[in-house]
């Protein structure tokens, strides 16, 4: 069952000041939506292996089950070969 946005809210900051949500989180990314599995405050960066903080992951891929700190590194994952934006 997806989790609304009220609901992750909640769920993070319970992860955030729970016993063991100091550290990585394990999550489930769903078309949408994502689903906390094992507490924790970030999740990283498949591509930079930055940490993203719960509360701002915006981009992941549901097909390989992973996270993206910015679009660029969206386009990096699935255009390794494209160019880099200039900026």
């Given amino acids: 069952m997806p989790v609304d946005r009220a609901q992750r809210r909640l769920l993070t900051v319970l992860n955030k000041f729970g016993p063991s949500g100091h550290g990585e989180a394990q999550v489930q990314y769903l078309d949408g939506d994502f689903r906390v599995i094992s507490p924790g405050t970030f999740v990283?960066?498949?591509?930079?292996?930055?940490?993203?903080?719960?509360?701002?992951?915006?981009?992941?891929?549901?097909?390989?089950?992973?996270?993206?700190?910015?679009?660029?590194?969206?386009?990096?994952?699935?255009?390794?070969?494209?160019?880099?934006?200039?900026?």
């Fill in 44 to 87: 990283r960066c498949a591509v930079t292996d930055t940490r993203i903080p719960l509360d701002e992951l915006k981009y992941w891929s549901v097909d390989l089950q992973e996270a993206y700190a910015h679009p660029g590194a969206v386009l990096q994952r699935h255009f390794p070969g494209a160019p880099k934006p200039q900026g």
